[in-house]
């Protein structure tokens, strides 16, 4: 057996690009065979290889989540932990499960796990995820903003054999789709999830047939060890101490009451402390997440800050993450945990700031902090239920290499926002407006992006149930390095008597909506980056010409300098 340092940099850089393009192409395997948007369009999934005895990620596609990084690791452990359970493991096995408080994130992610066998010996194990559209529950979608417990929120599923040596039992199949309002859907998203680990398989064959089981495995441990190293040198190279930072989420979707996000970032040598201690406890709502979660959110946040790094965890090897346990970063079942996109969001926007202390120039200023997790549902005049579920876009915050982007995705994802095209196909719907929301970033040096206006207008003469899930409608997304705040979150929809907002603002459960009525989402755009004093007047000037923020707002923000000698 070759040992990690055998493995000359050539070959190992021709192995590692070998085996990120067999997790890239069952990325895209999936991608072009899932039969719901969210798959298909926006690449809310992720596939991946990993360690055969701890179920550590040892390679991750670069299409998928990166939040998938770290949490599928749990997935597979629990896969490993099960096996040994039932004492028996075998070639052609698949596992299956949603369950997040072991797996991590949500219950809509359903995971699929399969050990690879090479020449009878089990070499890794594959994995996919992807977000199914919808899993039963009390809420079309499975984004339930009152939720307070689990069963509220999905069916749940627990690491199951769904293939036992190739032979699949059609029994868990029967029970999945008779847990979904959109059996077809489901079906073709788990078909496309097995296709891609049959591919994984084939090609994880020919890399091992052309180098070895040895090789390969050597190679793997090589680039674990040396993203350990890579990691351990970069930390060095910032000054030791703490810094701290602390932000909220508006409510829990049940009670109205703000709950805190604090982290403790402490730096010594070639080691770093993530302390979350001072974080609100469990919650009634949904905007608990599972420890395996809050492990993968630190992982996300430390590869934004240290781009740069290669994605298997041996990145997190010099990093303790401390989850205080009972608190809502470390919910035990069956409490809710539907919300955990704005919660991980959260806690990537307290890491980025406490990190702004330590190392100002690799910082983004907060993005806009929320999906918007909407989903429209109903019947059409046929009978078929239809249930029209999408995350929205807003600002990203602002760089010391320049302004925001702006109407971005989460930076929890490197998914896209599904175009208004393919939603208007596919549901009685017809968006408005679909447009960038002037005014509403953070100014700065470097201002944030803009966030985005969304009018969606019901087309289906039965109406429809609306259900928004969200966040930063009362706690703005922040600026570093001294820039200034974004705008809020703004949900309004239409009624016979005129138009609302929720009673507890960025969550409501149920809206009725009757053909032609209207919802409409404002989202926030990113905070700013540096002094707005410091903006030059051109940039400025541009921002106004172009209709991104009136004259009135850029005076307000920036002074009048911007107006040149003329005033």
Known sequence: MKKSADIDPITLAVLSGRMEQIADEMDATLFRAAFNPIIAEAHDASHGLYHAQSGNTLVQGKSGLPIFVGVMSFAVKAVIDKAAELGELNDGDIFIFNDAHIGGTHLSDMRLVRPYFYEGELFCFLASVGHWHDLGGAVPGNYNPSATDAFQEAFILPPVRLARAGEVNT????????????????EGDLNGQLGALDLGVRRMDELLGEYGAGTVSAALEALGDRAETLMRAELSALPDGRWEAVDYLDNDGVSDSALPIKVALEISGDTMVLDFEGTAPRCAGPVNIAFPTAVATAYVAIKHIFPNLPANAGVMRPIDVRIPEGSLLAADFPAPVGGYTETILRMIDVIFSAASGVAPDRIVANAYGTINALSIAGRR????????????????????????????NAPISTATIPPMEILEAAYPVLFRQWALRPGSAGAGKNRGGMGAIYEIEILEENGAEV????????????GVTGGGEAALNVFTYEQDDGWHTPPLTSKMHGIRLRQGQVVRLETPGGGGYGRAGERAAEAVAQDVAFGLLSAEEADTQYGSAWRGPRG
């Open 171 to 186: 029994d868990i199949i029967d029970i999945l789709m008779r847990n979904t309002r959109l059996p077809q859907s489901a």
């Open 381 to 408: 005049s046929n009978g078929k239920p239809w249930v029209m579920f999408s995350f929205y876009g807003g600002g990203h915050g602002g760089s010391p290499e320049g302004d925001g982007l702006s109407h971005g």
């Open 467 to 478: 259900f928004l899930f969200g966040e930063r409608g009362r706690f703005a997304p922040k």
